[in-house]
């Protein structure tokens, strides 16, 4: 067996016995045993009684976390006219119609959040097998197929999280940075958490939130205890 890195160890020990803590409590050790080189993305899992297979049972949403994630966002939008301009204006990285549609379908995919008027759905609807699976396509649900492309590109800019139940039932979310202060963090959780909750699908039996856990990018985790990770 590999030897595990002092840096491995002591956070290990920091987490021994540690289980379904606080939020606050959480934040604070997730927190303080960041010590990458670099800002590590403070991230929450939180696994669903949910099968996402079936539709009554899908999980997805969208939130503001109110202290942002600290993550520059990149923005596409497709669309026309002054609704292009409009978005050129809010800040929109890659503005585009056919020939956005084309550089995505020749593998260049370089933005994170991408947004769409109603009349260009039928050229991004060309992309489904593409944005799809990355979680990139545009969806009114989430407010990212909408006339009000302005409000649509400073949410994305401004820290807006979208959410979506994977196959196990997952969902996960970068929701801040080291840096943050622990006060900031733990509003960013619980607002995560709302949002979570609120979209609770209609044919969820059971227990909905089975677990939640915390974690930077390269520390361990640490469980959340469930009723106390919403806002209170």
Known sequence: MAKLGKRTRAAREAFSGKHNVSVEEAVALVKGNAKAKFDETVEIAVCLGVDPRHADQMVRGVVGLPNGTGKSVRVAVFARGPKAEEAQAAGADIVGAED?????????IEFDRCIATPDMMPIVGRLGKVLGPRNLMPNPKVGTVTMDVKAAVEAAKGGEVQFK??????????????????????????????????AKPTGAKGAYVKKVALSSTMGPGVSIDVDNAAAQ
């Open 100 to 108: 956005l549609m084309e550089t995505i379908q020749g593998g260049k």
């Open 165 to 198: 139940a994977e196959k196990a039932g997952v969902v996960h979310a970068g929701v801040g940075k080291a840096s943050f202060g622990e006060d900031k963090l733990v509003e960013n959780v619980r607002a995560f958490m709302e949002a979570v909750l609120k």
